[in-house]
Structure formats: C-alpha cells, structure tokens
C-alpha cells in the first residue's frame, strides 16, 4: 500500500496522463540541471511537459488511468515527457534536443501514444517528423478548398468573357464614331 505522499503523486501523475495524447519516455542519466531545465523549456513551448517520477509510480498511474505498460522502457532514471494536444510538436522538441551536440545524455526510449499504441525509438522520430496540427489542419483546408475556387472560376467565367465582349463592341463604336 503505497504511503499518503506517494497516492498524492500517483493522483497528480493520473491527473496528468487523463490529459494528454502521448507519454515519451526519455533517459536523462548524465544531463546537468541547466540542460534539464532548458529542456523543459523547450517541452513546455511545445505544449507538453516533462516529469520525473519513479518507475513504479508511473506504473500504478499507467494501470490506474487504464493505458498501455512499457515495461521494456521503464528501467532506469526516466522522465515521462507528457504531451498536452500536439504529441508530433513535443516529439520534435525532445528529438531536436537530443540531436543536439553536449545533449547526447537524453536519450528517447519509446512513447505511449493514446494511452494504447506502444512507439519504439523510430516510430517516436517518425512522429516528430511529421507536420504540426496546425500544418496538417491548413492541408486539409487547402485541399477542400481548392475544387470549391475552381468552381467560382469557372462559374465567373461567362460573366468576365460577356464583359469584355461588351467593352470591345464599346471600343470599336468609339473607334468608328471618331
């Protein structure tokens, strides 16, 4: 039976994981405090953020908010890297970060994305390669938008030509008048 403080923190890590999209765990043995807090930074300007907790923790929280286990990634000092909306977006922010020179230390483990799909390390690239919510949604857009102006064009079409049939017949009778 887990102590009050630690049922507290198992509350607070459910709390989070009911809110978000993806969990990519991450390495951290042998970054400094000043690369952990700048790679927060970078997490939260992605919309996620990044929590430490105790693999057995993150466990009981998994199992309680009823997702997916990744025994095989839960071995060793992680952070949980949460995503809040855009998981694509917090998967660049760690992938970059890491490919950074000096940050080599964080090291991306896997990924838990919707609470049912387990990501090994390849898949985690793939999605942090892919476009932004926000790209992805334009695309969309774009795409259903463009037979509706192609329909406008053509529709406009016998208008613009009776007008400039018009302004031709105008120019000629002044061309003959004068």
Do not use: W
């Not at 887990?2 to 198992?10: F, G, L, S, V, Y």
């Not at 009981?60 to 952070?79: F, R, S, T, V």
Request: hydrophobic share 40%; glycine share 8%; net charge positive.
């Amino acid at each position: 039976m887990p102590t009050q403080a630690k049922r507290e923190h198992i509350d607070m890590l459910c709390e989070a994981l009911n809110k978000s999209d993806a969990v990519i765990i991450v390495e951290y043995r042998g970054l400094t405090v000043k690369k952990i807090s700048e790679v927060r930074r970078l997490i939260r300007k992605a919309g996620g953020e990044m929590k430490v907790s105790k693999n057995t923790l993150m466990r009981i929280a998994l199992k309680e908010c009823g997702m997916i286990q990744a025994p095989e990634y839960d071995c060793g000092p992680n952070g949980y890297v949460i995503s809040y909306g855009d998981a694509a977006a917090v998967a660049k922010a760690v992938r970059d970060f890491a490919k950074e020179k000096g940050n080599e230390a964080l090291v991306v483990k896997g990924a838990i994305l919707g609470g049912q799909q387990l990501l090994n390390q390849q898949q985690v690239f793939a999605l942090a390669d892919l476009p932004s919510k926000e790209q992805l949604l334009a695309q969309v857009v774009g795409t259903i938008a463009a037979p509706l102006r192609g329909l406008v064009t053509v529709l406009s079409g016998p208008q613009r030509n009776f007008v400039t049939v018009l302004s031709q017949i105008k120019d000629k009778k002044e061309e003959t008048a004068a």
